[in-house]
């Protein structure tokens, strides 16, 4: 069966502090990954999308990785900022594009 | 950057009554549009594909005339919730590819708030 696993379920961290979201897939055959930010009463936005053949993408303080062959992914955020706090879901495409499944997203929580 | 908009943001209603959500694709064609829902602190749940031109495809345990898609455009896709309950409560996105691009990101609405008292 499909799935996409992510961890933590939640996170608290203080402004300015590192942290990185982990997300496992069971998805064969694999297409992309993606990785959504979602503020609370909004729709997600696009973080990154990544093939099988990229290990590595940045966009901004984002940083992306993917191990195909283990099926795992993490997104680095870096110098973390009260506008990071959200949620964040980890989507898996199967190879033909037709199947997306959702994982169940880390609530990320930056403090002051 | 490509945008998709869903109307109305928040709509509350009496039970038994009908409530139409739509979502427009601005600045692309969306031959395909996704409808999701989403209880609180859980993640969205695909509720059915909507194709231009053709039937929408459900995901199991929806109830398709419940919740009539109609997608007559490649820019708007409508999602009606009929006679609704208040068990229908809950937070409805829509999203969109963007046809023109092959991995193109999906572009999410921003979503309605759904209150049926």
């Known amino acids: 069966k499909n799935q996409v696993e992510q961890s933590p379920q939640s996170l608290i961290i203080l402004e300015g502090k590192n942290c990185t979201l982990q997300?496992?897939?069971?998805?064969?055959?694999?297409?992309?990954l993606r990785w959504y930010k979602q503020d609370t009463g909004r729709g997600p936005v696009s973080l990154t999308i990544m093939t099988f053949s990229e290990n590595t993408k940045s966009n901004g303080r984002y940083t992306a990785t993917l191990d195909a062959d283990t099926k795992q992914s993490s997104l680095h955020i870096t110098a973390s900022q009260l506008s990071d706090s959200a949620s964040y879901i980890c989507?898996?495409?199967?190879?033909?594009?037709?199947?997306?499944?959702f994982g169940k997203g880390t609530t990320l929580s930056v403090s002051s | 950057g490509a945008v998709v908009s869903q109307h109305p943001s928040r709509v509350i209603c009496k039970s038994g009554t009908s409530v139409k959500i739509e979502c427009r694709s601005l600045?692309?064609?969306?031959?395909?549009m996704f409808w999701y829902r989403q209880f609180p602190k859980q993640s969205l749940m695909l509720m059915a594909t909507?194709?231009?031109?053709?039937?929408?495809?459900?995901e199991q345990g929806v109830e398709k005339d419940k919740f009539l898609i109609n997608h007559a455009s490649l820019t708007l896709s409508t999602l009606t919730v009929t006679s609704a309950h208040p068990e229908d409560s809950s937070f409805y996105i829509c999203s969109a590819r963007d046809r023109g691009q092959g991995l193109s990101p999906l572009h999410f609405g921003n979503g309605t708030r759904l209150t049926v008292t």
């Open positions: 600045d692309f064609q969306a031959t395909t």
């Open positions: 909507s194709n231009e031109g053709s039937k929408a495809t459900y």
């Open positions: 997300c496992n897939y069971t998805v064969s055959p694999f297409s992309n």
């Open positions: 989507v898996v495409s199967d190879q033909a594009g037709t199947a997306l499944i």
